[in-house]
DNA sequence: CGTTATGTTGATTCAGATCAAGAGCGGTGG
DNA sequence: CCACCGCTCTTGATCTGAATCAACATAACG
C-alpha cells in the first residue's frame, strides 16, 4: 500500500527543513495526480516549456542534454524520492530533458504551485532552496568526476553517490536496485559502454560490488569508497 | 570613477528581474564595503563555513574544487557582474573555494541580507532565483563539456561562454580581457595545460582568436561557435 | 523459439597525457 | 642597466588510457 502522497511528499521535505504546521498543511490541501510511465519515455522534452516539476515515487529517470551529433550527456540521475526538476522554476526553455530509465511513478508538481508554497510558507521556501543546492553540488561533483577522475574512479564514485542517496531516501541493506545500463552509466561517465563494461568487471573481479539481475550488492564498503575516493561531504546529508 | 555599488547592483540585477522602487529601495538603504583582493588569493575556502556571497566588480575569479590527490577542477570562471556563490545559502560547510584569477574588487553580500531581501522583496527573490538557475545551466553544460565535447570543442566552447558572458555584463568590442593562464584553463578543461596550448595554437593559426597580453581578440566570431558547437541558448540570457 | 537488447572479450588505434628541453618575458635587485 | 630568477608558453618525442572496431555470448521478450 503507497501511503498518501502528500504523506511522502512532507516526509521527503522534512528531511531538508523543519515544517510548521501551516507547512505540512499547505502541501496537504493541495489534491495530486500519480501518473505512471513506462520505462525510456521522455518526461520534460529538451527545448520544451518547463510546466512542473516531476517527484518521483518510485523507478528511476535521468536528465541528460542532447548534442548536435547526436551525443548525450546525462547529467543527473534521479531516484525515489528526488525532486528532478527544480532547476527551471523561472526558466522559458528547458535546455535539458528528463526521461525514465525504468517505469516509474511520479507525481507532477506544477511550478505555480511550488511557487505559491515558496512565497508563503518559509519552511517550504527553504526545504526547496536546499533541494535545489543539493542539485547543484551533485552537478559540481559530476564535472569533477569527467573533468578529473580515472575510468575507474569515477564509475566507483557513481556507486558509491547513487547508493548513498537512496539511502537518504530511505532504502536500507546493502543491496540496491540497479537497473542501469552500460550505455546509460556510459553517456553519465563520459565514457564508452565497452570501457564502462570493463571498469565493472573488475570491480567484480576484486569483490568489491556485484551487480545481477537490477540488482547492486556493495561487498565491500570501504574499498569502494576508496577506490572513488569518495567524500560524501559534498552530498550535505544530515544523518536522518 | 565608478558608480554607487549599490547602482551597479540594481542595474546587474534588474538584468534578470523587474525591480519595483521598493526592492530597489531595499539594496539602496545597505551599505556595502568594497575589498580589494589580489590575485591568487583565496575570496572562502574551501571547508569553509559560507558566510557572504561574493559580488565581482572588476577582476576575474573561479570556483574550485580540490581532490585528495592535490589535482584541481575548476567548474566555474567568474566575471564582473557575476554574483559568484549564491549555492551556498543555506548550507553549513562549502564543498568548495573560491580563489581570484586577477586582482579584483568584491562586495562582500552577507547571506543574512540576501536571505532578507528574498524574504521581503519578491522581485529579488525571483532575481536571486534567476541567477542561481543560470549557475545551475552553465554547470551543467561545463559536464557536457567535460564529457562529451573533444579538447578542441571545449577549448572554443569555453571561450564563446566567457566572451558571450561579458558582453551580457556589459563587455562590448571582439577584443575583451582574458588573463587565464593555461593551467588555470586546463584545470578548467579537464585538459593539461600543454594540450590546452597546442588547441590555443591551432586556433591561432586558423586565424580565429588572437590571444596576447591577456587579451582575447575573436577575429572569426563564426568559426569560433562553429568549432565550439556553441548553443547560447542555455544561459538564458535575455537581450539587454 | 527466433529476434532484438545488452553484455563480454580481444585486437587495434588514437586523442590526449606525460616527459623533457628551450624560449620568451616581466620582475627584482645589485 | 644588466644579470638573474621564476613563470608561462612553446615545441617535439614518446607513452597510455580509453575509444573504436568486430565478434560472439547472453539475456530478455514477444
Redesign the pocket.
Known amino acids: 500500500m503507497i501511503a498518501d502522497v502528500a504523506d511522502v511528499l512532507i516526509k521527503r521535505l522534512s528531511q531538508f527543513s523543519v515544517l510548521s504546521e501551516r507547512d505540512r498543511f499547505a502541501i496537504a490541501k493541495v489534491s495530486f495526480t500519480v501518473r505512471e510511465v513506462e520505462a525510456?519515455q521522455d518526461i520534460v522534452r529538451q527545448g520544451g516549456r518547463p510546466l512542473f516539476c516531476p517527484f518521483i515515487l518510485e523507478g528511476f529517470a535521468c536528465r541528460f542534454k542532447l548534442l548536435p551529433d547526436g551525443q548525450r550527456q546525462i547529467i543527473a540521475f534521479h531516484v525515489a524520492g528526488d525532486f528532478s526538476d527544480l532547476a527551471s522554476l523561472l526558466v522559458d526553455r528547458l535546455d535539458y530533458g528528463i526521461m525514465t530509465v525504468t517505469a516509474a511513478k511520479i507525481v507532477a508538481l506544477p511550478y505555480p504551485v511550488i511557487l505559491d508554497w515558496m512565497a508563503t510558507q518559509p519552511g517550504l521556501a527553504r526545504a526547496f532552496w536546499s533541494i535545489g543546492q543539493l542539485g547543484m553540488a551533485q552537478l559540481g561533483e559530476w564535472v569533477v568526476s569527467t573533468g578529473r577522475?580515472?575510468?575507474?574512479?569515477?564509475t566507483a564514485h557513481l556507486l558509491c553517490e547513487l547508493v548513498e542517496r537512496m539511502r537518504h531516501a530511505g532504502v536500507t541493506g546493502d543491496t540496491v536496485s540497479f537497473p542501469?545500463?552500460?550505455?546509460?552509466?556510459?553517456d553519465a561517465l563520459?565514457?564508452?559502454?565497452?570501457?564502462?563494461?570493463?571498469?565493472?568487471?573488475s570491480l567484480?573481479a576484486e569483490r568489491t560490488i556485484d551487480?545481477?539481475?537490477?540488482l547492486l550488492s556493495i561487498l565491500n564498503w570501504r574499498e569502494l569508497k576508496q577506490a572513488a575516493s569518495f567524500d560524501p561531504s559534498y552530498l550535505h546529508l544530515r544523518p536522518r
Open positions: 525510456d577522475r580515472t575510468a575507474q574512479q569515477r542501469f545500463t552500460q550505455a546509460e552509466l556510459a563520459g565514457l564508452t559502454p565497452v570501457h564502462v563494461g570493463r571498469m565493472l568487471l567484480k551487480i545481477s539481475n537490477g
